[in-house]
């Protein structure tokens, strides 16, 4: 760029005046109007523009050169359920029971700690509210509140759609890149709040699959499965 501008005032200094060099007067004749500063400007002009093009050229080369941004993961929908729906009143006597009816779209996992006898109870919004009101209708039980990103109903409905893929791939109507075939296992881990399949000759095709296919609420293992129509591995029972 710095050559450009250069080359610029050069082209300036040589068309846009006419040096007179005549003995004794030693003047410089500006040549405005003349053919010579027409043509001087425009040199200038297209010389401008040439420079303009070629710096735009630069910036969008670049541009270029870095990579794109990647792209924004979509946001999820905030579900709310207010705290106050659970009645102790009229609440079934069993705790995870009781939580189901009153939060079933937000609520995500129930176990007890059977060591230290705490209910760890999760939520994906309003999780501390919600084990308050549980602590109130059931006060000979200890709570602790957990906050996880997917619902219990949202991993039942991911688990349904595998169970019905499977049997297609068994029918042979589905095939799905990098999975040999139905054999595969695959259960619900409550306390990682995912859905853990098993399967032999896991590659990272396998992995990309079954991530595109299902969503991040699926996690891949390399391991020998429970086998078709067998029960699923790797499975939290919920207390």
Same mark, same amino acid.
């Given at each position: 760029?710095?050559?450009?501008?250069?080359?610029?005032?050069?082209?300036?200094?040589?068309?846009?005046?006419d040096?007179d060099?005549?003995?004794?007067?030693?003047?410089?004749r500006?040549?405005?109007?003349?053919p010579?500063?027409?043509r001087?400007?425009?040199?200038?002009v297209?010389?401008?523009?040439a420079?303009?093009?070629?710096?735009?050229?630069?910036?969008?080369?670049?541009r270029?050169?870095?990579?794109?941004?990647?792209?924004?993961k979509?946001?999820?929908?905030v579900?709310?359920? @207010?705290?106050?729906?659970? %009645?102790?009143? /009229?609440?079934?006597?069993?705790p995870q !029971? #009781?939580?189901n +009816? $009153?939060?079933?779209?937000?609520?995500a996992?129930?176990?007890?700690?059977?060591?230290?006898?705490?209910?760890?109870v999760?939520?994906?919004?309003?999780?501390?509210?919600?084990?308050?009101?549980?602590?109130e209708?059931?006060?000979?039980?200890?709570f602790?509140?957990?906050?996880?990103?997917?619902?219990?109903?949202e991993?039942?409905g991911?688990?349904?759609?595998?169970?019905?893929?499977?049997?297609?791939?068994?029918a042979?109507?589905?095939?799905?890149?990098?999975?040999?075939?139905?054999?595969?296992?695959?259960?619900?881990?409550?306390? @990682?709040n995912?859905?853990? %399949?098993?399967? /032999?000759?896991?590659?990272?095709?396998? !992995? #990309?699959?079954? +991530? $595109?296919?299902?969503?991040?609420?699926?996690?891949v293992?390399e391991?020998?499965?429970?086998?078709?129509?067998?029960?699923?591995?790797?499975?939290?029972?919920?207390a």
């Amino acid at each position: 760029m710095h050559d450009l501008e250069d080359r610029l005032r050069a082209a300036l200094t040589k068309h846009a005046a006419d040096v007179d060099t005549s003995e004794g007067e030693g003047q410089v004749r500006s040549q405005e109007g003349g053919p010579r500063m027409r043509r001087a400007v425009a040199l200038l002009v297209a010389l401008g523009l040439a420079g303009g093009l070629l710096a735009a050229g630069l910036w969008v080369a670049g541009r270029g050169d870095q990579e794109p941004a990647p792209a924004e993961k979509p946001e999820r929908e905030v579900i709310r359920e @207010d705290p106050g729906a659970l %009645v102790c009143e /009229e609440a079934p006597r069993n705790p995870q !029971i #009781a939580a189901n +009816e $009153a939060w079933p779209r937000t609520l995500a996992g129930y176990w007890i700690d059977e060591s230290e006898g705490i209910v760890h109870v999760a939520f994906t919004e309003e999780a501390e509210e919600k084990v308050a009101r549980l602590t109130e209708c059931f006060p000979e039980r200890t709570f602790t509140p957990v906050t996880f990103e997917h619902s219990l109903a949202e991993l039942e409905g991911v688990l349904d759609r595998m169970r019905r893929d499977r049997e297609l791939i068994r029918a042979g109507q589905l095939t799905l890149p990098g999975v040999r075939d139905e054999r595969y296992s695959f259960g619900l881990l409550v306390m @990682d709040n995912v859905i853990h %399949v098993v399967l /032999e000759g896991v590659t990272p095709e396998t !992995i #990309a699959t079954f +991530e $595109a296919r299902y969503g991040d609420v699926v996690t891949v293992e390399e391991g020998y499965p429970g086998g078709p129509g067998g029960p699923d591995p790797a499975v939290n029972t919920e207390a």
